[in-house]
C-alpha cells in the first residue's frame, strides 16, 4: 500500500528566509502527487500537483515543488516566506481512488 | 462562491447522540470523498461516491457511521450513538477525474465535538 512520510513535525523560518519541506512517498509505481496547505480550523487548499511531465511544478502563493524520482520525494519549496505562509503543510498521493495523506508538517514563522 | 461547502462548521453534541452533516460539492463534480482529521494528523479516508454510488468504504467506517447521497449531488455523513473518539474534524471533498488526472478540492470541514 503506498504510503506518505513527512519527516519534519514542525519548522520554523524567518520572514523572507526560504523553506523546503519534505516529503517522501511510497509506492512502487509514479502516484499522482499533492501538497495542501490548512489554516488553523480551515479545510485544505491546494497549492499544486504533479500527475506527469515537468518534474517542476510551480503553485500558487509562490510555491513550487519537484518531483524526484530516484529518491521517492515531492518535496515544497519557496525562495521567500511572508508571514502569512504561517499553516499546516500536508503533502498527499493518489493513484487508483486511494488518497494518502502525510501526518503535516506546521510551519511557524518568526518576524 | 463556487466551492465545496460543508454545514454545520461545527457540531457540539453529547455522547450516544445522533449527528447529520451535510456536504455540497462543485456543481459540476460526479465524486464526492469524505476524511476524518483528527488533531495533529493529516485527513483519513472514509468513503467516497461516485455520482449517487457508493463505491468504496474505510474500515474506519463503523457500523455507526452511515453516508448517502441521494440524487448525485450533495451527501450527508450520519453518524449514530456518537463517541468521544468520534470528535474530529470531517472534511469533504470533490472531483471530477479525467483519464490525466484528478485533483480533489476539499470543503472548510465540520468540527465535531462529543462531550
Known sequence: AQSVTQPDIHITVSEGASLELRCNYSYGATPYLFWYVQSPGQGLQLLLKYFSG???????????????RSQSSFNLRKPSVHWSDA?????????NN?????????????? | DTGVSQDPRHKITKRGQNVTFRCDPISEHNRLYWYRQTLGQGPEFLTYFQNEAQLEKSRLLSDRFSAERPKGSFSTLEIQRTEQGDSAMYLCASSRPTTSSDTQYFGPGTRLTVL
Open chain 1, 87 to 95: 499553516a499546516e503543510y500536508f503533502c498527499a498521493t493518489y493513484n
Open chain 1, 98 to 111: 486511494d488518497m494518502r495523506f502525510g501526518a503535516g508538517t506546521r510551519l511557524t514563522v518568526k518576524p
Open chain 1, 54 to 68: 515537468d518534474t517542476l511544478v510551480q503553485g500558487i502563493k509562490g510555491f513550487e515543488a519537484e518531483f524526484k
